[in-house]
């Protein structure tokens, strides 16, 4: 079984590449070329689970958990060596459904222990990473810090999020989601079939189908289907949701629902509501809910 490891890292949108490239070489960074990677997120994992594909270099599963947050932030990842990545990524989707794919350009550089990577990335733009192994020794947040300053890296430029949320944060990527998992749904009484999908801080995503039964009152919501599979799977908190339905356009949660959501999402968490490369909506789960109870400890 591949050991989990940790990173410190931070992330931020580069303005200039090239003036970054030269700040860092002069600071003495060796320069390990540029590298085509390909990563292709999975459903259904805990955390994140993506098989990188990269030219120069050996394909990659990683599978890692890191909670959304600007600055420096502890990453904790296994990463498996892949021989026939073509049947792994077949079997993966066929098994846990595709997220979302990220093609980006990363020019590699190395300095006393940390990795800085250039990326462009495909429909995102450019960006500076950092990143430190926590077990290689010595004071590494402090030469990420010292990174940082070099590369003049200001507080208004760094990202929170991973590449692929940054992607899955459109509604269309989270409403194939919910569209996908609305055609399982069980609804011989009523014939209205609703699909929702929850991405947590994470990455993770989690869907669910509405599930009727004849003594109707036990039948369950599509949303609360979703809630049961992220809870399950070891989160409490929800980042944002999509609803479809197979006969409405636009199908907002009902009001059990929308109490549902308020227990695991923030007020500004946003709710996506319509079809993938069509119509939808856009609000906030405060804009759903105003005023929505909570038990004050």
Excluded at 72 to 86: F, H, K, L, M, Q
Excluded at 122 to 144: C, N, P
Aim: proline share 5%; hydrophobic share 45%; aromatic share 4%.
């Amino acid at each position: 079984m591949a050991a989990a490891q940790r990173n410190l890292e931070i992330k931020a949108g580069d303005a200039d590449p090239r003036r970054s490239l030269e700040r860092a070489l002069a600071l003495g960074a060796e320069d390990r070329g540029e590298i085509a990677q390909r990563d292709t997120y999975f459903a259904g994992a805990s955390g994140r689970l993506k098989l990188r594909e990269q030219t120069p270099g050996e394909a990659e599963l990683i599978q890692y958990r890191r909670a959304d947050a600007k600055g420096t932030s502890t990453s904790e990842y296994r990463i498996v060596p892949v021989a026939e990545a073509d049947s792994l990524r077949e079997a993966l989707d066929a098994a846990l459904g595709t997220l979302v794919v990220v093609d980006k350009r990363r020019r590699l550089l190395l300095w006393e222990g940390v990795r800085i990577h250039l990326d462009a990335v495909e429909g995102l733009g450019s960006f500076v990473e950092l990143e430190a192994i926590a077990e290689a020794g010595g004071d590494l947040e402090a030469k990420v810090d010292r990174l940082r300053a070099e590369l003049e890296i200001g507080e208004d430029s760094l990202v929170a999020e991973s590449y692929s949320d940054l992607l899955l944060d459109t509604p269309n990527l989270l409403l194939r989601a919910a569209e996908a998992v609305m055609r399982n749904a069980y609804a011989p009484h009523s014939g209205f079939k609703v699909g929702a999908a929850l991405r947590t801080p994470a990455g993770a995503v989690h869907t669910g189908a509405n599930v009727e039964n004849a003594a109707y009152p036990q039948s369950q919501c599509a949303e609360a289907s979703a809630i049961g599979a992220l809870v399950a799977a070891g989160e409490s908190e929800i980042a944002a949701v999509a609803v479809v339905a197979e006969q409405m356009e636009i199908c907002p949660p009902c009001g059990g629902c929308r109490q549902r959501l308020a227990e695991f999402a923030r007020p500004d968490t946003p709710v996506y509501l319509g079809r993938p490369d069509g119509e939808h909506r856009t609000l906030t789960l405060a804009e759903l809910l105003p005023f929505s109870f909570a038990l004050k400890p």
